[in-house]
């Protein structure tokens, strides 16, 4: 009976390992969607999508910014066409296939480009399942691909939380990432308390916003890091 005592599910990993998903995103979308192909192909249950820098600060590839970052990090996406071409063959409806998107700043944007895919290849929107990261407050402490001040962004992501609640019930609205956090050099304990600190901002944010708790909570996801120190990772 819930609440279960080894996870969100009844059974946990005894009986449904974990998704895995390989990080992939190669400069262009046609390359991208062959990678995709090759993973699913080879045991992959889930994609995972890395995407270029422009994409992530919301520029065109022509911009004079986006000079020598257009497909270096990952997928340059800048249209729907793309975004076709990055999941063609793919059926989004696949209760195999969970997509995850390393997207924040300009993770409405993508999250709509998806979706708008699935409605393309007459998928049921109820049916498609993943993950947006969508997660900035991460970006302001540790990674630096913010765009907007802290309190508009902050206003995207709610939104996202309230559209995402009523239109994709099987997604995942953020992923609160801890990884980041950790990468830019904090500690176990400060890694810990700064993720959980950022997931109560934006829980605090949502319920300001009118929403009630238990709307969105069951689609906040978190992202940590696993590191070498066996016992302080397993206590972590």
């Known amino acids: 009976e819930y609440p279960y005592t080894r996870g969100p599910y009844a059974s946990m990993y005894r009986s449904k390992l974990w998704t895995m998903r390989m990080f992939a995103g190669f400069g262009t979308a046609p390359d991208t969607n062959r990678r995709f192909h090759d993973l699913l192909a080879a045991g992959g249950t889930g994609l995972s999508t890395a995407y270029d820098l422009p994409t992530l600060m919301g520029r065109d590839p022509d911009h004079p910014l986006s000079l020598g970052e257009v497909g270096k990090c990952g997928v340059s996406i800048v249209s729907l066409k793309d975004m076709e071409r990055l999941f063609e063959g793919i059926p989004l409806n696949d209760p195999k296939i969970t997509t995850s998107m390393t997207i924040n700043s300009t993770a409405a944007i993508l999250l709509s480009l998806y979706v708008l895919v699935a409605k393309r290849q007459g998928v ?27 309190r508009p962004a902050m206003k995207i992501i709610t939104d996202v939380f309230a559209w995402a609640g009523a239109e994709l ?3 995942n609205t953020i992923s609160i990432s801890g990884y980041h956090i950790r990468e830019a050099g904090s ?11 950022n997931a109560i901002a934006y829980v605090e944010a949502a319920i300001a916003a009118g929403q009630p708790v238990d709307s969105f909570a069951p689609s906040l996801s978190f992202f940590f890091n696993a590191h070498n120190d066996f016992l302080e990772e397993i206590a972590k």
């Open 169 to 171: 019930p099987e997604w």
């Open 124 to 150: 049921e929107l109820a049916k498609v399942s993943g993950t947006i990261q969508n997660d900035i407050l991460k970006e302001y402490v540790a990674r630096g691909t913010y765009i907007y001040p802290p």
């Open 187 to 197: 500690t176990a304990v400060q890694e810990v308390a700064f993720t959980l600190a």
